[in-house]
C-alpha cells in the first residue's frame, strides 16, 4: 500500500506563529516577574508586536473565500489593529486609563468576535434558522451591525466596572489618602527592605513619617506610627 503524501496545513501553520508571538510575550512576562534583568517595557513591547503578526496573519487569511467569511475575518483584522493602536498609545503613556481600557475593548472585542464567528460559520446545529448563507449581502450587512453591538455591549460593561472600581475606592479613601500624604523616613533602619516586609515580620517597631500636605507650613510636629503584629497605633509626638 503506498503511503499517502504528508499534507501540511498553511492554516495551521498561521495559527502556529500567532500562538508562538504571544507564548514569546508571556514568557518574557514571567521573566520580569522573577526580576530578570530586561529592558524596560519589554513585555509591552512584545505585546504589540504579537497583535501586530496576529493582524498581518488574519489579513492575509482569506483568499478563496466566500463574502460572509470574508468580512468575518476583515471585522477582526479591525479589532486586533484597535489592540495595536491602543497599547502604542499606553506604551508612551501608561498613566492615560482611556488608552488602558481602549486596549482592553479590543482586546475583549477579539474573544467576543471569535465567538460569533465560530458560531457563525460552524453552527452547532443543524437547525436552518441558525444555518448563515455565506454569499448573501443582506447577512454580510447583518454581520456588520453585530460587530458594533458588540462594540457598544462591550464598552457599557467597561463603564460599569470603572464607577464600580471608582465607588469602591471611594469607600476606602480615607485610608488611601491616608498613606498617600506620608513619606517614609527611616532614621533608624538601614537595611532595604520594603515597608509592607518590615511590618509583616515585626522588624520595624517603630518609623518616623511626614505629612506632606499639612494645613499648617510652620507646622514641625512629626508622627511616630508604632506598628504590632495585629494593629496600627498613631501616637502624635
Known sequence: IKPEPIH??????????????????????????????????????LGILAFTIEGFLFAYHLHSRAPLDIHLHVLLVYAIFGCVFFSC???????QILYTYGRILFTLLQGTWFWQAGFILYPPVDNA???????????????????????????????????????????SKSLANRWDE??????????????????????????KFLRLNSDDENNSDDERIEFDSTKLVIINS
Open 89 to 95: 498609545l499606553e506604551f508612551y503613556n501608561p498613566q
Open 182 to 207: 506620608l513619606v517614609y523616613l527611616d532614621e533608624e533602619f538601614n537595611d532595604s527592605k520594603p515597608l509592607i516586609n518590615r511590618i509583616k515580620d515585626g522588624s520595624s517597631s517603630e518609623m
Open 129 to 171: 434558522f441558525f444555518i448563515w448563507d455565506r454569499c448573501n449581502h443582506e447577512q454580510v450587512m447583518t454581520v456588520t451591525m453585530s460587530f458594533c453591538l458588540h462594540i457598544l455591549i462591550l464598552v457599557i460593561f467597561l463603564l460599569i466596572n470603572l464607577f464600580v472600581s471608582k465607588f469602591l475606592y471611594k469607600c
Open 8 to 45: 501540511f496545513e498553511y492554516v495551521n501553520a498561521q495559527h502556529i506563529i500567532i500562538y508562538a508571538s504571544f507564548l514569546l510575550n508571556g514568557l518574557v512576562e514571567i521573566m520580569i516577574y522573577y526580576r530578570f534583568d530586561l529592558p524596560k517595557k519589554l513585555d509591552q513591547a
